[in-house]
């Protein structure tokens, strides 16, 4: 019987990994249809072009900004559902707690990336090369749409 490759064992036995590849791909896509159907022509200008670098593996840096209730958060749950209906993992994270409970699968922009609260010159974050943090990091579609 052939042995599993390196890699394939050590997604198994990271548990960061696992839980964010146990989204039912179905439901997340039935989730994404039904927003899709009702973002706005400028989300929909932002959803594609978010889209596009993820399907390109262009990354690049997006920076959604407006008031309260203009649906940034609406935005962010339609793109998170796309990409999961598709089997990928995609990392929801805000600077603060309240929106990130919002987001399916949410956290902090602290202590997904062990950012540190009090900051100073001195601060930086800590994440070790292959710890199951960083390869959780290395598996997100959107690792590097900022």
Request: aromatic share 8%; proline share 2%.
């Amino acid at each position: 019987m052939p042995f599993p490759d390196e890699e394939s064992l050590s997604v198994v036995n990271n548990c960061l990994i696992l839980d964010e590849q146990s989204y039912d791909q179905q439901i997340e896509r039935t989730k994404f249809e039904k927003l899709f159907r009702t973002i706005t022509s400028e989300q929909k200008t932002v959803f594609d072009r978010i889209t596009k670098a993820v399907q390109q593996n262009k990354g690049g840096v997006f920076f959604v900004y407006g008031q309260g209730g203009t649906g940034k958060t609406y935005l962010w749950k339609t793109l998170s559902s796309a990409i999961r209906s598709q089997g990928n993992i995609v990392l929801n994270v805000a600077s603060i707690g309240n929106t990130s409970l919002l987001l399916s699968g949410g956290g902090t922009t602290h202590s997904r990336f062990h950012i540190p609260i009090n900051l100073n010159e001195d601060s930086s974050c800590v994440m070790e090369r292959g710890s199951d943090e960083a390869e959780l990091l290395e598996k997100n579609k959107a690792n590097n749409l900022g």
